[in-house]
């Protein structure tokens, strides 16, 4: 089993900052990858970001692209999400997730997930 445990949510305003963390444990030696999603209700759960775990080269969904930062500590097995300029659209249910292989990775389909975590942004 592999267990994936997100920290770090909240409510915040917009324009502020938040980061999230995630703490992979278990039968997980190396994943290919490791990145973020996020979901509001009635809605298909969007990638937000992800990182390869051995190279490190990191993909942002265009919407967080300059906001957010995707990042990791191997020796930890963490990965981490820095939020800033969040936004209300940013609400939502966010997911920790990992991928197994490179098809897995690149297409989408991770196969560990989080419970998630919610991220609210309001005045």
């Known amino acids: 089993q592999v267990q994936l445990v997100e920290s770090g949510g909240g409510l915040v305003q917009p324009g502020g900052s938040l980061r999230l963390s995630c703490v992979a444990s278990g039968r997980i030696s190396t994943p290919y990858a490791m990145g973020w999603f996020r979901q509001t209700p009635g809605m298909n759960r969007d990638f937000v970001a992800g990182i390869k775990w051995t190279v490190g080269s990191i993909i942002y969904a265009d919407s967080v692209k300059g906001r957010f930062t995707n990042s990791k500590d191997v020796a930890k097995n963490m990965v981490y999400l820095q939020m800033n300029s969040l936004k209300p659209e940013d609400t939502a249910v966010y997911y920790c997730?990992?991928?197994?292989?490179?098809?897995?990775?690149?297409?989408?389909?991770?196969?560990?997930w989080g419970q998630g975590i919610q991220v609210t942004v309001a005045a």
């Open positions: 997730a990992a991928a197994g292989s490179r098809s897995s990775y690149y297409d989408r389909q991770y196969e560990y």
